[in-house]
């Protein structure tokens, strides 16, 4: 059992091979038919095929692109020694390496000369992100709808996969929704006195005192109130218009007084009765905004012993609160947009859709993000006749003509055309082009800049692109890299999930400036270009008072965040940021498994194989349970071979990060014992604390690039990747180490390589 | 079964008539004011993450003088009205060569009985799952088809488990062997889909309706227009728009037909409540309301993610859920778990209490539904498959021989339970993942 080299020292052997420029030569006839015949095909063959796999193929040259998946498989069983099973007879590690290093080859290595393949993308439609940045970019409001949408499905690590994100019935209801609330924020329709008229709905008021909801009103019994809040949209004269009614009583009407915000109350005397309740209105001055306004009842009354019993109760009830206005729209209040509809004075028919059509072909063309024909443009724009045939305004049939817009298909997926023969490649288009680059750097809409480049068709210019990228890289919108990219290669979103044991005293304005300081941390390497080594050991970080004192770093006040230095700590990259620690911790200790796992996944690019079936259960007697440290337990659980062949790598990486607990503050014991940040990786190199294991990490810079660039390449184009994109992959290595690392390179590779500026045509 | 007798003229009658009817010539009322028709059946389907403590969990004793287990036993009270099931699999949950991730697996066939293709991408495939298999056959009777909700939208970075992709441990129901159906947990939201924002007055949401039937079929014509430009793959996932518009406009067009509900009142914050009580309760709420209401007959709720590591400290349980599951057969562990346990079964109660105390018919809405409570792992620590927790609330018109612990022979597919509630709403499904029968032992 000793002495056997692990699955996973086999991985960064073969790993290391490959890096290598020489690659050993296994001649399939001579040493790996005969390994599969001794071994393997008593089982997997044509015949018996168990599992559905065959390993009994005469030759071999077609099978790897047939049936990949199968052969996937193989390659993991085989180093993974699930297979041959226990019962049967083992081959030499000799022999397994051997065989493991030719499927690899057959797998993974592709001769770049001879395969350009770009790959194909199949249609991305936008996730939460990208739908609240392209309204926001879009329409210039604040409105979030996405935060309402059901998550996106995730594959390849990312939300933003095509072939991965579906789209269920309740998503296209909440589009729908979506669709028409931003039509209304962004057009004003008021009514036919030039008036728009908002219900504030009943079950919106908080009730104060005394009243409920009966017989479709807000009914007192006694004096009592109730409050909600409203939004005014422009400054002006308004009125509340109120729907009441009441049950006299005694020698006086009803009494109401109305109060918006704590200004003078208005009083009146309701005559109306509550089974035929009017209007009453309240005329008001109000500035744009959130209001909030109280009805109230203040004069109740009750005599039993009256004589007619229909006089004996005094109450009051209102039935819908309207607030109608404002009596003027200040225009400079008003967006160029809404002066135009409003300004349209057109007939119901052709008239009318030929104004709407002036109008939306520059939204449309925006929205769909490419140019558009006026066949389509006229089919939206028609719709303005349907409200108009329903006596509503011009300014309603644009708000029905937005929102069907904004439930196109060609807004919701970004669309990139099949045209060409099947298996060909083209150049993605200008304007597919735009699209790429904008929501790979701002998960969010092209701007006019690169509408107009695209339409002038000189984005696909080398210069041009990469002046474009250094432009997007600054402007404030490459936030969206930080939120779309960052947060998901660290797995920064789990973040939000995770619930620290009371013990830890885990505030959510914590969890909160942990996100702050690796998003700035992230957004810091991007801006300013820095290499992207920092990751790993850079010596700054971002930090406010709160946090600070988190990492007992001295001098930090207040809750504004700044750079600091690291210099003189122990902390280093992200690795031993807060966020990180916490997110790979149990809610009540470290896990040196799962930061160890999330190191290798995330950052050596390696990701560990699952468990295997049946993990064999513990030796009760061995395990100790309160006599050795912790490490100590995680140390007997790696005694059986089958679990020490992964946990030999994920655990030591682990427990180089022990000196920071579950939610990353610095230790040096665990309880009653000391921390033991030592450790040994299946290569041999040792490291006595964090400091030591992240220069080895830092090492393994050439790694921990390709970590990076195939997250990256992943999250730009929105599928998973292929064999055939490790010649891109390559390309991109040489010239990034070529410019030190630096980031801005790694993006501009990114965009330049072929998988991103062009595509395979697929099958019909 | 007697009791199909008295449905199958609903079923005779087509859409549009029977009941919806009923609806027009009662607007604006309760539905079942005056109905001399008898009231439909419901089914909902409860699932919590990681199994549960078995010795805990399963009874002594079976048929109806069983000896209450520890866990149940908070749901003593309503003891006529349920029956607890052993003996149930979902044997697709196993691994059956596709190695780890039995959290993945367990929510994914808990309502298919099907294997789920094993990938963290592209690819997701399982079966069409018990709710939507009814869905399909009579959604279309009622406003909405059928309700998914959750308390969680569930982890979406990174793997979830073991290679699977994180839709197949997020959720339980799935429209096709592709598509989930995504669940809202906003109550608020999920309050306002079935009875509308109240912002509205019926004659604005006539006129928003008029406008979206028009708004849905132009845009479905451009769909149709830019399928042509498009590849294979490209069309697949346009064929999910296609069919998302198509239900929308059902909707819309249901809308039409049926008068409108009342809409009932519940006190709704505005995002979802930070306490995990609280939102049990209002899904709870919503589910029932929707019931009663007959604004659909179809639900599932998510109590949890698959392999969700929630903490419970409102039990004193400070540890994830999940980690805790791989207790080792260690007493403290298993105890902490059994609290778990203990307090969910105690918000299962809120809901059989609150279903209870809507009368219906001659009995309440209870009596007409049929309620799994229930996972698709038993031993969580062993990642077992079968002998799961399942219990059944409610007869179904009194179809189903409550007040009992029923106990099968082993290996019994929980398919088989599905098959024999698609009976009770008249859905026609001839199997469903791996059933092999109906399963009679429920039957009066």
């Known amino acids: 059992m000793l002495g056997r080299p692990t699955f996973c020292l086999l991985a960064l052997l073969i790993a290391k091979s490959l890096f290598a420029q020489a690659k050993p030569v296994v001649d399939y006839d001579k040493e790996v038919k005969p390994f599969f015949a001794k071994y393997c095909n008593g089982c997997h063959n044509a015949d018996a095929l168990e599992a559905g796999v065959r390993t009994d193929h005469s030759q071999v040259d077609d099978v790897f692109i047939n049936d990949r998946e199968n052969w996937l498989k193989v390659y993991d069983m085989l180093r993974f020694k699930a297979m041959p099973p226990e019962e049967a007879e083992q081959p030499e590690d000799a022999e397994r390496d051997l065989v493991a290093i030719w499927l690899d080859q057959n797998l993974n290595s592709v001769d770049c000369d001879k395969v350009k393949d770009p790959g194909s993308v199949t249609i991305r439609r936008l996730n939460r992100l990208e739908y609240n940045n392209t309204i926001r970019d879009l329409f210039g409001i604040q409105f979030r709808p996405a935060d309402d949408f059901p998550s996106d499905d995730v594959g390849e690590g990312f939300d933003n996969i095509g072939d991965v994100l579906t789209l269920s019935p309740l998503l296209m209801e909440k589009y729908l929704n979506a669709a028409e609330q931003v039509a209304e924020q962004v057009i004003y329709a008021p009514n036919d ?8 709905a009943l079950d919106q008021f908080n009730v104060n005192r005394s009243g409920s909801l009966v017989d479709g009103g807000l009914r007192f019994t006694s004096n009592g109130d109730a409050t909600a809040s409203f939004e005014v949209p422009f400054n ?21 007084v109305l109060q918006v915000d704590q200004r003078t109350r208005q009083l009146m005397s309701i005559s109306a009765r509550t089974r035929t309740p009017r209007d009453y209105e309240f005329k008001m001055q109000l500035s744009a905004g959130k209001h909030a306004v109280r009805i109230g009842f203040i004069n109740d009354f009750y005599n039993p012993r009256a004589s007619d019993p229909n006089q004996r109760d005094r109450n009051l009830s ?34 009318a859709t030929a104004a709407a059509a002036r109008i939306l072909t520059p939204i449309i063309s925006r929205v769909f993000r490419r140019d558009v024909d006026s066949a389509h443009v006229l089919a939206y724009s028609n719709l303005v006749n349907l409200a108009m045939g329903q006596g509503e305004s011009f300014a309603r049939g644009m708000q029905v003509s937005l929102s069907s817009i904004l439930v196109s298909p060609r807004f919701l997926f970004r669309v990139e055309g099949n045209r060409g023969s099947q298996g060909g490649i083209r150049d993605i288009d200008p304007y597919e082009l735009a699209s790429r680059l904008s929501y790979f750097l701002w998960s969010s809409t092209p701007d006019d800049r690169l509408l107009s480049l695209a339409f002038s068709g000189d984005l696909v210019k080398q210069r041009v692109l990469e002046s474009e990228i250094e432009r997007m890289l600054i402007d404030p919108k490459a936030s969206g890299l930080v939120e779309g990219f960052a947060s998901q290669w660290l797995n920064l979103r789990n973040l939000d999930e995770v619930t620290p044991a009371p013990k830890f005293d885990f505030s959510d304005s914590l969890r909160e400036s942990m996100k702050t300081e690796t998003s700035m941390f992230f957004e810091e390497v991007m801006r300013r270009n820095r290499s992207i080594t920092d990751f790993l050991d850079g010596k700054f970080t971002f930090v406010n008072e709160e946090l600070a004192e988190h990492y007992d770093l001295p001098n930090v006040s207040g809750p504004e965040f700044r750079l ?51 993990v064999p259960e513990i030796d009760e007697k061995k395990a100790e349970s309160g006599e050795a440290s912790f490490r100590k337990q995680l140390e007997i659980h790696r005694e059986s071979p089958i679990c020490a062949s992964c946990h030999n790598h994920m655990d030591p990486l682990g427990f180089g990060f022990e000196n920071y607990d579950a939610i990353g503050r610095f230790r040096v014991k665990d309880g009653q014992f000391d921390v033991d940040p030592t450790g040994i990786l299946p290569t041999g190199e040792k490291f006595e604390g964090t400091e030591q294991l992240v220069a080895i990490l830092r090492s393994r810079e050439r790694e921990f690039a390709r970590a990076l660039t195939t ?10 990747l292929r064999y055939y994109d490790r010649c891109a992959i390559d390309k991109i290595l040489v010239e990034l180490e070529r410019d030190k690392f630096r980031f801005h390179s790694l993006v501009k590779q990114v965009v330049f390589s072929d998988p991103f500026l062009k595509r395979r045509i697929d099958g019909e | 079964m007697n009791k199909l007798d008295r449905r199958t003229f609903l079923r005779g009658t087509g859409l549009g008539v029977g009941l919806p009817l009923l609806h027009a010539m009662n607007p604006n009322t309760s539905v079942f004011a005056a109905a001399p028709e008898p009231p439909p059946n419901r089914m909902a389907f409860v699932f919590f993450p990681n199994g549960a403590i078995m010795d805990s969990w399963k009874p002594a004793g079976d048929g109806d003088s069983y000896v209450q287990s520890d866990t149940l036993k908070v749901l003593e009270d309503f003891r ?56 399909e056959q009579v959604g279309s009777r009622t406003r909405l088809p059928s309700l998914e909700l959750g308390l969680r939208q569930g982890r979406n970075a990174g793997n979830c488990d073991s290679g699977y992709s994180c839709a197949y441990s997020n959720n339980v129901s799935w429209k096709t062997e592709n598509v989930p159906m995504a669940k809202e947990i906003n109550p608020r939201l999920a309050f306002e889909r079935i009875f509308g924002t109240g912002e509205k007055t019926d004659e604005s949401r006539r006129r928003r309706d008029f406008y979206r039937k028009s708004v849905l079929d132009l845009v479905r014509q451009d769909a149709q227009a830019l399928v042509e430009q498009l590849g294979k793959d490209d069309r697949q996932k346009l064929d999910e728009y296609f069919q998302s518009v198509r239900e929308l406009e059902l909707r819309v067009q249901r809308a039409e037909e049926l008068a409108n509900i009342e809409r009932p009142e519940l006190e709704l914050p505005e995002n979802a409540p930070s306490s995990f009580e609280e939102h049990m309760h ?19 709720l998510m109590l949890g993610n698959a392999g969700s590591n929630r903490s419970y400290k409102m039990v004193g349980v400070n540890e994830g859920h999940h980690q805790l599951s791989h207790h080792r057969n260690e007493k403290p562990l298993m105890d902490k778990i059994r609290k778990i346990d203990l307090y969910l079964a105690e918000g299962f109660k809120y809901f059989l209490k609150k279903l209870k105390e809507m009368p219906e018919g001659d009995g309440s809405v209870l009596d007409n539904s049929m309620i799994v409570y229930g996972s698709g792992l038993s031993d969580a620590n062993r990642h077992n498959h079968h002998d799961l927790p399942i219990v059944l609330a409610g007869s179904a018109g009194k179809t189903i021989q409550t007040g009992r612990h029923i106990v099968l022979s082993e290996e019994t597919p929980l398919n088989n339970l599905f098959l024999s509630m698609l009976d009770r709403l008249d859905a026609d499904v001839k199997s469903i993942g791996d059933s092999t029968g109906r399963l009679t032992a429920i039957d009066t």
């Open chain 1, 711 to 720: 997250r990256m390449l992943t999250f730009a184009l929105g599928r998973g």
């Open chain 2, 282 to 300: 209002l899904m709870y709420d919503i589910i029932a309301l929707a019931f009663q209401t007959d604004s659909t007959r179809i639900s599932t």
């Open chain 1, 564 to 614: 600091v230095s690291l210099v003189n700590t122990p902390r280093y990259g992200v690795l031993t940021q807060g966020s990180i620690l916490t997110l790979t911790s149990q809610p009540n200790r470290t896990s040196p498994v799962i930061r160890g796992k999330w190191i290798m996944e995330n950052i050596l690019g390696t990701r560990p194989p699952d468990p295997p079936e049946d």
């Open chain 1, 193 to 200: 006195d030039n008036q728009a008229e908002n219900l504030i």
């Open chain 1, 318 to 351: 209102f039935f819908s609160v309207k607030l109608v206005g404002p009596e003027v729209v200040p225009q400079d209040a008003l967006s160029r947009l809404q002066r135009e509809v409003l300004a349209v004075r057109a007939e119901e028919g052709p008239e």
């Open chain 2, 80 to 135: 006529s009205d349920f029956n607890v099931i052993t003996g149930l699999a979902q044997d697709m949950g196993r691994a059956h060569g596709d190695g780890a991730g039995d959290h993945a697996r367990c929510a994914s066939t808990y309502l298919t009985g099907a294997h789920p293709y094993k990938t963290s991408a592209a690819d997701i495939k399982v079966g069409v799952s018990v709710d939507q298999a009814a869905a």
């Open chain 1, 236 to 256: 002006g004269k308004y009125i509340l218009r109120v729907l009441v009614g009441a049950d006299q009583a005694g020698s006086e009407l009803a009494k109401m």
